[in-house]
């Protein structure tokens, strides 16, 4: 089993940045791609964004793009979510998940989830 443990989220002002993180344990964290989801208010869970095994190439929704930026460091287990221009839109339990394969903006295809984190955007 992999286990994902998010952190970082909190309330911030529109305009405002949050860095989250996920870290992760149990099984080599290398050999996952990693994604962001969120889940806003009666809403269905949507991609934030993905990121390969290597870092070598990243993915974004279209509402994010530009203002979030994924990225890891294999050596720490930890993969980020650099958020910057934060909208009152962006509320939502954020959730970073793995899978055992190529990338994917499916939430269905990924193998493994955290808890998620918070994140509440004031206007």
């Known amino acids: 089993q992999l286990q994902l443990v998010e952190s970082g989220g909190g309330l911030v002002q529109a305009g405002g940045s949050l860095r989250l993180s996920c870290a992760a344990s149990?099984?080599?964290?290398?050999?996952?791609?990693m994604g962001w989801f969120r889940r806003a208010p009666e809403k269905e869970r949507e991609f934030v964004a993905t990121?390969?095994?290597?870092?070598?190439?990243?993915s974004y929704a279209d509402s994010v793009k530009g203002r979030f930026t994924i990225s890891r460091d294999n050596a720490k287990n930890t993969v980020y979510l650099q958020m910057n221009s934060l909208k009152p839109e962006d509320t939502a339990i954020y959730y970073c998940a793995a899978r055992l394969s190529t990338s994917s903006r499916k939430p269905s295809e990924y193998d493994y989830w955290g808890q998620g984190t918070q994140v509440t955007v004031s206007s």
């Open positions: 990121i390969t095994w290597s870092g070598g190439s990243t």
């Open positions: 149990g099984r080599p964290f290398r050999n996952y791609a």
